[in-house]
């Protein structure tokens, strides 16, 4: 309660009511968050950090959870141990004829065959080889494999599945190395499985190898059989109609000609020999004509040889002798008549000797004709036999052709049968085994250090999407980021928690956290209009109990450290905050009476600070409000005093904040950190601006400055109260500043 004074600017102190001022506190508002504008938030760094650090218990209690189910899968998981064996995989060599640039004859296969490597890791995780697994190793008998069945078929089914189950193949990078493992509770069955599962798999493809090769043979020899049969049938076809057309061939030709019967072979000795005496007899007709044609010759006879080198040796002295004597000289005359007559002796003795020659040439020429003729009439008759014969050859090479086919099947066949001989018994075999399973010395699963390294991943993941769904589910303003961008206006000041004292008392340490937080806003105040601090000032907040009523208080408290007289106004005529006690003291009365205003304020306990209680509650504060009267009456207070700060009602569901904002310089919103909507607060604040107000800014109150959220200093007081400091955030390195006061002496 207010004690009572005299009314004026002088002796009045003034204490607020205890219940009525603060909100009940609240440790939950964070701060360092960002966001962008029109109320949506963005995923950052620094957004995540803000939300682990305000919601860490949650995270952490997700962590511990997870922590627990890990322990708790651990303990209840059955213990499983693996045997691995690793074998060695051998793709089948396939031997192809080599290339130019090859240097052997012939070369292998690529050994690194993925259909291969394929299909034999298929082979190790078939059902068929997990039954001969079972059935080797009598897993069907197991009671603790297949429990207590009777059924043999049943049991056996169970079995194979077991093993299939348990069984891990894997194939090693950049090898032919397969990793062959099985899983079991028991490590004596787990070593036990895999090796016989090897041992069944090598097996298996020898024996599948056998059979093929065996398959082969039977096959071959049944063909082979067949052939022989068809091969021994042509034969006999053949022979038979030989000897009926009574054919027969000589010389090995492919081509079944007319030259492989004997007539066949007759013919072609007649047309040899008919061609040379075809031949000879033209070369005989020719010399014939030739001679027949040529008369007399001096190369007719060898008796004209010597008249004819009588008369060369004449002819050569007549030339001499010419140059001498004249032709009509009577010895030249008888030179002349003596060659004439040898010549006239050649030309008869050649004569002679030209009649016999021709007569021989002709004899020859018709020697060489008769015996043509007689050929010629030979290849006619035979010519008819071999076209007689053609005829028959026709059905001959069909036949021949079909024992040549027999034979060549039956040939390549039986080589094809020897070869499956020799390359059934011998070759590489498709695996081998590299190192054996041993018996494992201890359980592989579960594992301990996995599961709580896996369970501390999965309850940080889980805790923190929880907590950015609260996040975003409890869209509030929360840091100076969320009232700049979400509301879009200047942050002047954050209001720290207050832990243990009152706000009031709080506030008159002026070294404590909140007044120098207030008095940081104040300074600030100074600073939104040109003129300085705002004239009229009008602290409202959008809902109740966020500390609107204590930040009037304490700012109008601030302004008077800053050498400035206030006046306080409680404006909140529905739910006033200060109470002195004193009737007819306060603005009801003043704006439903006459009355001047040094008459309702009173003097507080703080030099250079005013209040003017609310005074009775009116039945309507908005129409006072709205009156002309509350216009002069703050016109007038602003005239004395050097800031009028008014304690506003809260603005959603109410007309007096906005009707206050349309009279006053200046309006700033209280924002309680952590609790205030964000809808809410952007209507509260539209709803300013449609009634003409000037938003200077708000301030948030009951956040914690030191979170570390990245923002700001914290401060706080050592062991003495004269040591005052402010401590910059950080976990790894801090900066200390301090400033020790101490009483003169």
């Known amino acids: 309660m207010v004690s009572p004074g005299a009314v004026g600017p002088t002796n009045l102190t003034v204490q607020p009511d205890e219940r009525r001022v603060i909100a009940p506190l609240n440790k939950e508002s964070g701060y360092g968050g960002y966001g962008t504008t029109n109320n949506s938030r963005e995923l950052s760094l620094a957004l995540l950090w803000r939300i682990a650090v305000e919601w860490r218990w949650l995270i952490l209690a997700a962590v511990g959870t997870g922590l627990a189910l890990a322990v708790l899968i651990t303990l209840l998981t059955p213990l499983k141990y693996r045997s691995t064996t690793s074998i060695e995989l051998n793709p089948p060599q396939v031997e192809i004829i080599a290339d130019e640039d090859s240097k052997g004859g012939r070369q292998s296969s690529a050994r690194n065959d993925t259909n291969f490597v394929g299909t034999q890791l298929a082979l190790l995780g078939s059902r068929a080889l997990a039954e001969r697994v079972a059935q080797n190793l009598n897993l069907a008998a197991d009671p603790a494999i297949v429990g207590q069945g009777t059924d043999r078929t049943a049991n056996t089914e169970a079995a194979a599945r077991f093993v299939q189950g348990g069984t891990q193949v894997k194939l090693q990078p950049q090898s032919m190395i397969v990793s062959v493992a099985f899983i079991a509770r028991d490590p004596q069955l787990a070593a036990k499985v895999v090796n016989a599962t090897t041992d069944a798999y090598i097996a298996t493809n020898l024996e599948r190898r056998y059979q093929s090769s065996s398959y082969a043979r039977n096959f071959l020899q049944r063909q082979i059989a067949n052939v022989r049969r068809d091969l021994e049938k042509s034969e006999r076809r053949l022979t038979a109609y030989a000897q009926q057309q009574r054919l027969i061939s000589i010389g090995n030709s492919e081509e079944g000609g007319d030259t ?445 400055p030191q979170s570390s959220y990245g923002y700001g200093y914290g401060y706080g007081y050592g062991q003495n109260k004269d040591q005052y400091r402010y401590v910059a955030d950080g976990n790894e390195k801090k900066r200390r500043i301090m400033l020790t006061m101490h009483d003169e002496p």
Not at 322 to 339: D, G, S
Not at 342 to 360: K, P
Not at 463 to 485: H, Q, S, Y
Not at 683 to 693: H, P, V
Request: neutral net charge; hydrophobic residues 45%; charged residues 20%.
């Open 260 to 704: 492989n019967s004997l007539t066949g072979s007759s013919l072609v000795s007649l047309n040899t020999a008919l061609a040379a005496t075809q031949a000879r007899r033209i070369a005989a007709e020719q010399k014939y004509r030739e001679a027949a044609l040529g008369g007399a010759t001096t190369e007719g006879s060898s008796n004209a040889a010597p008249l004819r080198a009588q008369i060369a040796a004449l002819d050569a002295e007549y030339q001499q002798k010419l140059q001498t004597f004249r032709p009509e000289y009577p010895e030249m005359m008888a030179l002349k008549a003596r060659i004439d007559a040898l010549r006239a002796s050649v030309i008869t003795e050649t004569r002679n000797a030209n009649s016999d020659r021709i007569g021989t040439l002709r004899q020859d020429f018709q020697a060489a004709r008769a015996e043509e003729d007689r050929l010629r009439a030979q290849v006619a008759g035979l010519s008819g036999t071999v076209l007689n014969q053609r005829s028959r050859l026709i059905q001959y090479n069909i036949l021949k052709r079909d024992v040549d086919t027999n034979r060549t099947l039956y040939d390549a066949l039986l080589q094809r049968y020897k070869e499956i001989g020799v390359a059934g018994g011998i070759g590489t075999a498709v695996a081998s085994v590299v190192d054996r399973g041993l018996v494992p010395g201890g359980a592989f699963s579960p594992n301990l250090y996995l599961n709580l390294i896996i369970g501390v991943v999965l309850g940080s993941i889980v805790g923190m999407l929880a907590a950015v769904a609260l996040e975003f589910i409890n869209d509030t303003i929360k840091t100076p980021d969320d009232v700049r961008n979400k509301l879009q206006l200047p942050f002047l000041g954050g209001i720290p928690n207050i832990k243990n004292l009152k706000p009031i008392e709080e506030l008159k340490d002026t070294l404590s956290p909140v007044a120098e937080a207030y008095l940081s806003t104040a300074s600030a105040m100074q600073f939104v209009t040109a003129g300085g601090a705002p004239k009229t000032l009008l602290i409202t907040s959008t809902r109740p109990a966020e500390g609107k009523s204590t930040s009037a208080w304490a700012l109008a408290h601030s302004f008077t450290r800053l050498g400035k007289s206030v006046l306080l106004i409680d404006a909140d005529m529905r739910r006033p905050a200060f109470v002195t006690g004193r009737e007819n003291v306060g603005l009801s009365h003043i704006l439903t009476n006459s009355g001047s205003l040094s008459e309702h304020v009173l003097q507080t306990d703080v030099d250079a600070l005013w209040v003017m209680p609310s005074g009775t509650i009116p039945p309507s504060p908005p129409e006072l409000i709205a009156s002309a009267r509350f216009a002069a009456l703050l016109a007038d207070a602003s005239a004395t005093f050097d800031v009028v700060v008014i304690d506003g009602p809260p603005i959603l569901g109410l007309a007096d904040s906005p009707l206050l904002s349309s009279i006053v310089q200046a309006t700033l919103m209280v924002i309680e950190s952590g609790r205030t909507r964000t809808r809410a607060a952007v209507e509260a604040q539209n709803r300013m601006r449609t009634a003409g107000a000037h938003m200077v800014g708000a301030i948030l109150t009951r956040y914690q």
